[in-house]
C-alpha cells in the first residue's frame, strides 16, 4: 500500500465496477487514486479574488456611507447650532431646513418651539412693561391713560375705554380713538350689566347694525365688540371696551388673563391713591388754616388769660342765676301743664255735651240758637288756651314734630267743623277753596298745619267786620300752599314788621278794640320754621291782608278723590260688561257699581259658563272672580286668552273674600298665553301702542333668569330699552331705577311671588299708572293650581283692600277703553264712596257690640263722654280710677279703653304698665286721654304702652271718625 501525506495537492478517488471481467466468477472493483496541481491552483486564485472583491466592497460602502450622509449631518449641525444660540439667550436664531425628513420635521419642530419660546417671553415683556408702567403712574387718570394706550398697542384694537363703575352708574375714566366728555356719565345698557353680571369677557361680532364710531376726522364702523370687566375684590369696579374694524391678530383674551388682576390692583390703588391725595390736599389746607388760627389764639391768649380772671369771679354768681333760672323754668312748665289740666278738663264737659245736646232732634230751636253761642264761645276759650300752652311749649323747646297722613279733603272738612261757628255771629262771607280734580295724601305734623290754620282764619274774622274772609289751599310740587284772605283793615308797611312778634298786635288801640293775646301769628310764624317751610303776608291799608304759607315735602302722594253720584242724571249706556262670579254679595256690589254708570251687566249662570257660551254672549268687557268654589278660574281665562276672537275682549281679574271683606283687583291691561320670543312681545307692545296712542322706550321683565336669556339678544337689536328683575329686588326701587313705560310679568311664576308685586306696583305711586301685561300658561296639574290660589289668597288677606278699591281697578281698566264713561259732568274719573252701592246685608255693623271702657276720675268728664260713646252707638263701661279698672277688666273684656293719665290712687302710666303685663290683656287696645299739656306728645305716649292719644276736650266728629278708624267698623 501506498501512502503519502500532502495538503497542496487535491486528490480525486474513482470507484469503477467493470461488467464484462470476471474473476473467479467474481465481479471485479476498483478504486482509483489522482492528483491535480490545477484544482489547486484554482482554488487559491479564488481566494485571492474573493479577499480582493470584499476589500473594494467595504472600500466602497465606505466611500457611498461618506457620499450619501453628508445633508443628514448638515441638517443635524444646524440643530446643534440652534441649541447653542438658545442656550446664549439668542431666541430669534432658526434652524435652517434643508431636508424634508425625520431629520428635516425635527428641524421644524424645533423652529416652532423657538417661535413658542420667543412668544412666551414677549408676553412676559409686555406683562413686566404693563406691571412697570402702572407702578409708575400713581394717580387714577395717569393709569388709565397708560394702560388703555398699552393694551390697545398690545391687541390690535383700533379704539377703546375704561369706565369706573361707582353706585351703579359708569363714568369714563380714559378712552383712545375718540373724543369723550370726562365725567359723563354712561347709560347703562344690557352688554354693561351683563358684563358686570357675569364678571366674564363678552366678545361681539356683528353680522348687521354695525355700531358706528365718530373720530376726529372719520368715522369707524366697528365689527368686533369686547367688553371686559374688571374685577377687585370680586367686586366689578370698571368696564374696559374694546372695539375694531379688523378681527385683533393677538388673542384678547389671553390678553385681558394676564393683565386683568394687575389691572385691577392698579386701578383700586388709583383710586386709593386719589383719595389719599384729596384727603392730604384738605388736610394742608386744613394745616394751614390752624396755623392761621393758632397765630389768632396765640395772640388772643393774652387777652383771654386776662378776661379768665374776670370769669373766674364772676362765675360762682352766674352758677346761682342758673339754678335759679333753671328752676323758674321747671316750676313754670308744671304750672302750666296743672293749668291746662285744670282748664281743658272742664272745657271737655261743656263742649262735649253742648255738642250732643245740638244734635239732638228734640232740643228747641231757641235752646239750639243759644248754645251755638256756647260753643263758639268755649271752642273760642279753647282756641286761647291752646296759644298760650303751645307758645309756652315754643319757648322751652318741648316741641317735636310727629308726623301722620290725612286726605287733604279730611283736613278741610276737619277745618271747616271747627272754624265754621265764628262765622255764624259776623256778617262776612267765609269761602273755602280746594283742589277738585284730584285729591292728595299728605305726610307731615297735621296738628301743628291745623293750628296754623285756625290761627289764620281766626285772626282774619277778628279783625274783618265785613265782606270775605277765604281759605285757599293747594299744591305746588311736593308743597302744601296756604293762602288766607280777609277783607280787613290792612296792615302798613310798618306794622307788618312787628305783627309775628310775641304779645304784639298793630298799636294799642286795636289791642284795647279786638281781643286776644297777640300769640297767634307768632306760633304760625314758629311752627312754619320748625316745618322747614316760610311765612308770608301781603297787605295794604283799607284793602285786606293775604297770609301765605307754604310747606314743603309734605303732599306723599295723589290719589283719586271720592264724590257722590247724582243717580238723577242718566247718560247712554256705553258698554255690556259680563260679571263671572260665584260670590252674590260682590257680584251686586259690581254690577251696582256698573249699572249706576250706565254700563249694561250680565251675570250667566255659572253651571252654563264656557268659552262658547261667551262668545255668544258678545261682552265687551269681562269681569272673572278666579278664585271660585266650583269653577277654574284660570282655565277659563286660559281659553278667552288663547281663543283669537275671546282674546280681544279686554277682561279684568278679581278675587273678592266676602267673609273677610275684601278684595284684590289685577290691575293688568292684558294677558298673553304664548311663550315670551321677541316676534310675541314687539306684536304685544304694538298693539297697546295703536290702541292707546303711546311709544314704549323702555321695558321691564320680571321673569327669572332663564326666560330673559331666551330672547334677551333678540331685542338688543330694537330700539327697545330692556331691563329685568327676577323679584329678588324690591320691585319699587327696581322702578325707580329704570323708570320703564311698560311691565311684563310672568304671572305663575313659582321663583318669585308675581301677586305680591303686582299689588306693590299698584300701591306705590309711581309706578300705579305703568300698564302691565302679564304671561299665562296651563296648569298641568292640581297641585300648581292649588299653589297659585293659596299665593293669591294670602296676598288678598294681607293687601286687605276694601270692595271699593276693587271697584277703582275695575274704573281705571274701564277707562282704557272708553274714557268718556267716568267723566261726565256729574261724574269725574274717581269711584265714588256712595254707601248706597254696597250691598247691606254683606257689610255688617258691629257697633251694637263693642263695649268701650271709660276711666276718669272726673265724674263730669266721665259722664261726658259717655254720653259721646252712647251717642256713637258703642256700649260706655265706666271706672273711676286704674284700681277700679283692673277690676273690671278681670271680669270682661272690652274692645277699647280709654284711660285718663292724671288720676289719683293709680295714675294711667300706672295702669297701662299693669295692663300690659298681664297676658290676658296685653294685646287689649288701650288709648290716653289727658288735657295735661306736656303729655300731649304721642311719642311719649306711645313709649309707656298707649295704642294712641285722645286729647281733652273731645271733638265728637273726631272721636266718630277715630273710634271707626280703630274698632275697624264699615258701617
Same mark, same amino acid.
Given at each position: 500500500?501506498?501512502?503519502?501525506?500532502?495538503?497542496?495537492?487535491?486528490?480525486?478517488?474513482?470507484?469503477?465496477?467493470?461488467?464484462?471481467?470476471n474473476y473467479f466468477d467474481k465481479e471485479l472493483d476498483f478504486i482509483v487514486f489522482s492528483v491535480s496541481d490545477e484544482v489547486a491552483t484554482f482554488r487559491n486564485t479564488m481566494n485571492i479574488v474573493t479577499l480582493l472583491i470584499v476589500i473594494t466592497g467595504i472600500s466602497l460602502s465606505i466611500v457611498f456611507l461618506f457620499l450619501f450622509t453628508t445633508k443628514f449631518r448638515r441638517q443635524l449641525?444646524?440643530?446643534?447650532?440652534?441649541?447653542?444660540?438658545?442656550?446664549?439667550?439668542?431666541?430669534?436664531?432658526?434652524?435652517?431646513?434643508?431636508?424634508?425628513?425625520?431629520?428635516?420635521?425635527? =428641524?421644524?419642530?424645533?423652529?416652532?418651539?423657538?417661535?413658542?419660546?420667543?412668544?412666551?417671553?414677549? /408676553?412676559?415683556?409686555?406683562?413686566?412693561?404693563?406691571?412697570?408702567?402702572?407702578? +409708575?403712574?400713581?394717580?387714577?387718570?395717569?393709569?388709565?391713560?397708560?394702560?388703555?394706550?398699552?393694551?390697545?398697542?398690545?391687541?390690535?384694537?383700533?379704539?377703546?375705554?375704561?369706565?369706573?363703575?361707582?353706585?351703579?352708574?359708569?363714568?369714563?375714566?380714559?378712552?383712545?380713538?375718540?373724543?369723550?366728555?370726562?365725567?359723563?356719565?354712561?347709560?347703562?345698557?344690557?352688554?354693561?350689566?351683563?358684563?358686570?353680571?357675569?364678571?366674564?369677557?363678552?366678545?361681539?361680532?356683528?353680522?348687521?347694525?354695525?355700531?358706528?364710531?365718530?373720530? #376726529?376726522?372719520?368715522?369707524?364702523?366697528?365689527?368686533? %365688540?369686547?367688553?371686559?370687566?374688571?374685577?377687585?375684590?370680586?367686586?366689578?369696579?370698571?368696564?374696559?371696551?374694546?372695539?375694531?374694524?379688523?378681527?385683533?391678530?393677538?388673542?384678547?383674551?389671553?390678553?385681558?388673563?394676564?393683565? !386683568?388682576?394687575?389691572?385691577?390692583?392698579?386701578?383700586?390703588?388709583?383710586?386709593?391713591?386719589?383719595?389719599?391725595?384729596?384727603?392730604?390736599?384738605?388736610?394742608?389746607?386744613?394745616?394751614?388754616?390752624?396755623?392761621?388760627?393758632?397765630?389768632?389764639?396765640?395772640?388772643?391768649?393774652?387777652?383771654?388769660?386776662?378776661?379768665?380772671?374776670?370769669?373766674?369771679?364772676?362765675?360762682?354768681?352766674?352758677?346761682?342765676?342758673?339754678? +335759679?333760672?333753671?328752676?323758674?323754668?321747671?316750676?313754670?312748665?308744671?304750672?302750666?301743664?296743672?293749668?291746662?289740666?285744670? &282748664?281743658?278738663?272742664?272745657?271737655?264737659?261743656?263742649?262735649?255735651?253742648?255738642?250732643?245736646?245740638?244734635?239732638?232732634?228734640?232740643?228747641?230751636?231757641?235752646?239750639?240758637?243759644?248754645?251755638?253761642?256756647?260753643?263758639?264761645?268755649?271752642?273760642?276759650?279753647?282756641?286761647?288756651?291752646?296759644?298760650?300752652?303751645?307758645?309756652? +311749649?315754643?319757648?322751652? #323747646?318741648?316741641?317735636?314734630?310727629?308726623?301722620?297722613?290725612?286726605?287733604?279733603?279730611?283736613?278741610?272738612?276737619?277745618?271747616?267743623?271747627?272754624?265754621?261757628?265764628?262765622?255764624?255771629?259776623?256778617?262776612?262771607?267765609?269761602?273755602?277753596?280746594?283742589?277738585?280734580?284730584? /285729591?292728595?295724601?299728605?305726610?307731615?305734623?297735621?296738628?301743628?298745619?291745623?293750628?296754623?290754620?285756625?290761627?289764620?282764619? =281766626?285772626?282774619?274774622? !277778628?279783625?274783618?267786620?265785613? #265782606?270775605?274772609?277765604?281759605?285757599?289751599?293747594?299744591?305746588?310740587?311736593?308743597?302744601?300752599?296756604?293762602?288766607?284772605?280777609?277783607?280787613?283793615?290792612?296792615?302798613?308797611?310798618?306794622?307788618?314788621?312787628?305783627?309775628?312778634?310775641?304779645?304784639?298786635?298793630?298799636?294799642?288801640?286795636?289791642?284795647?278794640?279786638?281781643?286776644?293775646?297777640?300769640?297767634?301769628?307768632?306760633?304760625?310764624?314758629?311752627?312754619?320754621?320748625?316745618l322747614k317751610g316760610e311765612i308770608k303776608v301781603e297787605s295794604e291799608l283799607g284793602k285786606g291782608s293775604k297770609f301765605m304759607v307754604t310747606i314743603p315735602e309734605s303732599i306723599n302722594e295723589t290719589v283719586v278723590k271720592e264724590i257722590k253720584i247724582d243717580e238723577k242724571v242718566l247718560v247712554p249706556q256705553k258698554i255690556k260688561t259680563l260679571i263671572i262670579s260665584d260670590g252674590e254679595d260682590?257680584?251686586?256690589?259690581?254690577?251696582?257699581?256698573?249699572?249706576?254708570?250706565?254700563?249694561?251687566?250680565?251675570?250667566?249662570?255659572?253651571?252654563?259658563?264656557?268659552?262658547?257660551?261667551? &262668545?255668544?254672549?258678545?261682552?265687551?268687557?269681562?269681569?272673572?272672580?278666579?278664585?271660585?268654589?266650583?269653577?277654574?278660574?284660570?282655565?277659563?281665562?286660559?281659553?278667552?286668552?288663547?281663543?283669537?276672537?275671546?282674546?280681544?275682549?279686554?277682561?279684568? &281679574?278679581?278675587?273678592?273674600?266676602?267673609?273677610?271683606?275684601?278684595?284684590? =283687583?289685577?290691575?293688568?291691561?292684558?294677558?298673553?298665553?304664548?311663550?315670551?320670543?321677541?316676534?310675541?312681545?314687539?306684536?304685544?307692545?304694538?298693539?297697546?301702542?295703536?290702541?292707546?296712542?303711546?311709544?314704549?322706550?323702555?321695558?321691564?321683565?320680571?321673569?327669572?333668569?332663564?326666560?330673559?336669556?331666551?330672547?334677551?339678544?333678540?331685542?338688543?337689536?330694537?330700539?327697545?330699552?330692556?331691563?329685568?328683575?327676577?323679584?329678588?329686588?324690591?320691585?319699587?326701587?327696581?322702578? !325707580?331705577?329704570?323708570?320703564?313705560?311698560?311691565?311684563?310679568?310672568? %304671572?305663575?311664576?313659582?321663583?318669585?311671588?308675581?301677586?305680591?308685586?303686582?299689588?306693590?306696583?299698584?300701591?306705590?305711586?309711581?309706578?300705579?299708572?305703568?300698564?302691565?301685561?302679564?304671561?299665562?300658561?296651563?296648569?298641568?296639574?292640581?297641585?300648581?293650581?292649588?299653589?297659585?290660589?293659596? !299665593?293669591?289668597?294670602?296676598?288678598?288677606?294681607?293687601?286687605?283692600?276694601?270692595?271699593?278699591?276693587?271697584?277703582?281697578?275695575?274704573?281705571?281698566?274701564? /277707562?282704557?277703553?272708553?274714557?268718556?264713561?267716568?267723566?261726565?259732568?256729574?261724574?269725574?274719573?274717581?269711584?265714588?264712596?256712595?254707601?248706597?252701592?254696597?250691598?247691606?246685608?254683606?257689610?255688617?255693623?258691629?257697633?251694637?257690640?263693642?263695649?268701650?271702657?271709660?276711666?276718669?276720675?272726673?265724674?263730669?268728664?266721665?259722664?261726658?263722654?259717655?254720653?259721646?260713646?252712647?251717642?256713637?252707638?258703642?256700649?260706655?263701661?265706666?271706672?273711676?280710677?286704674?284700681?277700679?279698672?283692673?277690676?273690671?277688666?278681670?271680669?270682661?273684656?272690652?274692645?277699647?279703653?280709654?284711660?285718663?293719665?292724671?288720676?289719683?290712687?293709680?295714675?294711667?302710666?300706672?295702669?297701662?304698665?299693669?295692663?300690659?303685663?298681664?297676658? #290676658?290683656?296685653?294685646?287689649?287696645?288701650?288709648?290716653?286721654?289727658?288735657?295735661y299739656a306736656m303729655l300731649s306728645d304721642r311719642d311719649i305716649i306711645e313709649k309707656n304702652g298707649f295704642n294712641g292719644l285722645f286729647t281733652k276736650p273731645i271733638n265728637t266728629n273726631q272721636l266718630e271718625k277715630k273710634l271707626r278708624s280703630i274698632l275697624k267698623l264699615t258701617a
Open positions: 500500500m501506498y501512502e503519502e501525506s500532502t495538503s497542496n495537492i487535491d486528490l480525486f478517488v474513482t470507484h469503477f465496477s467493470p461488467k464484462s471481467v449641525d444646524f440643530i446643534s447650532n440652534g441649541v447653542l444660540a438658545i442656550s446664549e439667550g439668542k431666541l430669534d436664531q432658526r434652524v435652517e431646513i434643508i431636508s424634508s425628513d425625520e431629520i428635516g420635521n425635527l =428641524g421644524n419642530a424645533f423652529n416652532n418651539m423657538l417661535d413658542e419660546i420667543e412668544k412666551r417671553d414677549n /408676553d412676559e415683556k409686555e406683562y413686566t412693561e404693563f406691571i412697570s408702567l402702572i407702578n +409708575k403712574k400713581p394717580t387714577l387718570e395717569e393709569i388709565g391713560e397708560v394702560t388703555l394706550e398699552k393694551i390697545i398697542s398690545s391687541t390690535g384694537v383700533d379704539v377703546g375705554g375704561i369706565y369706573l363703575l361707582d353706585n351703579n352708574l359708569l363714568t369714563p375714566l380714559s378712552v383712545y380713538g375718540v373724543p369723550y366728555q370726562t365725567n359723563k356719565a354712561i347709560d347703562e345698557s344690557s352688554i354693561y350689566k351683563r358684563a358686570i353680571d357675569t364678571k366674564e369677557l363678552i366678545e361681539i361680532e356683528f353680522d348687521k347694525n354695525h355700531p358706528i364710531v365718530r373720530t #376726529g376726522l372719520t368715522e369707524l364702523k366697528i365689527n368686533f %365688540l369686547f367688553v371686559l370687566p374688571i374685577v377687585y375684590n370680586n367686586e366689578v369696579i370698571a368696564i374696559m371696551e374694546l372695539a375694531s374694524v379688523n378681527k385683533p391678530a393677538n388673542a384678547i383674551l389671553r390678553y385681558y388673563e394676564k393683565i !386683568k388682576d394687575q389691572l385691577a390692583i392698579g386701578i383700586a390703588n388709583g383710586k386709593a391713591f386719589n383719595k389719599l391725595k384729596k384727603l392730604v390736599d384738605e388736610l394742608q389746607n386744613l394745616n394751614t388754616a390752624y396755623q392761621k388760627q393758632n397765630l389768632q389764639i396765640t395772640e388772643k391768649n393774652t387777652e383771654l388769660l386776662e378776661l379768665h380772671d374776670k370769669l373766674k369771679k364772676g362765675s360762682e354768681e352766674l352758677e346761682i342765676q342758673r339754678a +335759679k333760672a333753671v328752676e323758674s323754668a321747671k316750676l313754670k312748665s308744671q304750672f302750666l301743664a296743672n293749668m291746662s289740666h285744670e &282748664l281743658r278738663t272742664p272745657q271737655n264737659s261743656i263742649l262735649g255735651l253742648t255738642e250732643l245736646v245740638l244734635k239732638d232732634a228734640s232740643t228747641h230751636p231757641k235752646t239750639k240758637e243759644r248754645l251755638n253761642v256756647v260753643l263758639r264761645n268755649g271752642k273760642k276759650l279753647l282756641n286761647l288756651i291752646e296759644n298760650i300752652l303751645e307758645f309756652s +311749649k315754643l319757648e322751652s #323747646g318741648n316741641i317735636t314734630l310727629t308726623e301722620s297722613e290725612i286726605l287733604l279733603s279730611d283736613l278741610v272738612s276737619e277745618v271747616k267743623s271747627f272754624i265754621s261757628p265764628i262765622f255764624l255771629e259776623r256778617e262776612i262771607k267765609f269761602e273755602i277753596q280746594r283742589p277738585n280734580d284730584f /285729591d292728595y295724601l299728605l305726610k307731615s305734623d297735621i296738628k301743628k298745619i291745623e293750628q296754623i290754620i285756625y290761627n289764620l282764619i =281766626g285772626n282774619a274774622a !277778628k279783625f274783618t267786620k265785613q #265782606g270775605f274772609v277765604k281759605l285757599k289751599i293747594y299744591t305746588q310740587q311736593n308743597s302744601l300752599i296756604i293762602e288766607v284772605e280777609d277783607s280787613g283793615p290792612g296792615i302798613s308797611a310798618e306794622d307788618i314788621e312787628i305783627i309775628f312778634d310775641e304779645f304784639r298786635q298793630v298799636d294799642a288801640s286795636l289791642n284795647r278794640k279786638f281781643s286776644g293775646t297777640g300769640l297767634g301769628l307768632a306760633i304760625c310764624k314758629k311752627y312754619s320754621s320748625l260682590s257680584t251686586k256690589l259690581i254690577g251696582d257699581y256698573l249699572s249706576s254708570n250706565n254700563i249694561i251687566v250680565e251675570v250667566p249662570n255659572l253651571e252654563e259658563v264656557s268659552l262658547i257660551s261667551i &262668545l255668544n254672549s258678545s261682552p265687551d268687557l269681562i269681569i272673572l272672580d278666579v278664585l271660585m268654589k266650583n269653577k277654574n278660574g284660570w282655565q277659563l281665562l286660559y281659553q278667552l286668552k288663547e281663543n283669537t276672537v275671546a282674546s280681544k275682549i279686554p277682561l279684568i &281679574l278679581v278675587n273678592m273674600d266676602e267673609e273677610a271683606n275684601c278684595g284684590f =283687583g289685577f290691575n293688568i291691561y292684558d294677558y298673553v298665553t304664548k311663550q315670551w320670543s321677541r316676534i310675541n312681545i314687539i306684536n304685544t307692545i304694538e298693539d297697546i301702542e295703536s290702541k292707546q296712542s303711546i311709544k314704549f322706550r323702555k321695558i321691564l321683565f320680571i321673569i327669572d333668569d332663564y326666560q330673559y336669556n331666551l330672547f334677551e339678544n333678540e331685542l338688543l337689536a330694537d330700539e327697545l330699552k330692556i331691563y329685568q328683575t327676577n323679584g329678588s329686588l324690591p320691585i319699587c326701587d327696581v322702578i !325707580k331705577r329704570y323708570e320703564p313705560d311698560l311691565i311684563m310679568v310672568d %304671572l305663575f311664576n313659582s321663583y318669585f311671588d308675581s301677586f305680591r308685586i303686582i299689588n306693590e306696583i299698584g300701591e306705590d305711586i309711581y309706578s300705579k299708572n305703568i300698564p302691565i301685561v302679564s304671561f299665562i300658561h296651563q296648569f298641568t296639574n292640581d297641585e300648581e293650581v292649588q299653589r297659585i290660589n293659596n !299665593k293669591l289668597f294670602e296676598t288678598t288677606l294681607i293687601a286687605q283692600h276694601h270692595p271699593l278699591d276693587v271697584l277703582k281697578v275695575i274704573r281705571d281698566r274701564i /277707562d282704557l277703553i272708553d274714557t268718556s264713561i267716568f267723566n261726565s259732568s256729574f261724574n269725574s274719573n274717581i269711584v265714588e264712596s256712595n254707601e248706597s252701592l254696597i250691598n247691606n246685608k254683606s257689610i255688617k255693623n258691629y257697633s251694637d257690640n263693642f263695649n268701650v271702657l271709660i276711666v276718669d276720675d272726673d265724674n263730669d268728664a266721665r259722664f261726658t263722654i259717655g254720653e259721646i260713646i252712647k251717642s256713637l252707638g258703642y256700649n260706655p263701661i265706666f271706672a273711676k280710677d286704674g284700681y277700679e279698672c283692673l277690676e273690671i277688666l278681670e271680669k270682661e273684656m272690652p274692645d277699647l279703653v280709654l284711660l285718663d293719665i292724671m288720676m289719683p290712687k293709680m295714675d294711667g302710666f300706672q295702669t297701662i304698665k299693669k295692663i300690659r303685663s298681664n297676658i #290676658g290683656t296685653k294685646e287689649l287696645k288701650v288709648y290716653a286721654l289727658t288735657a
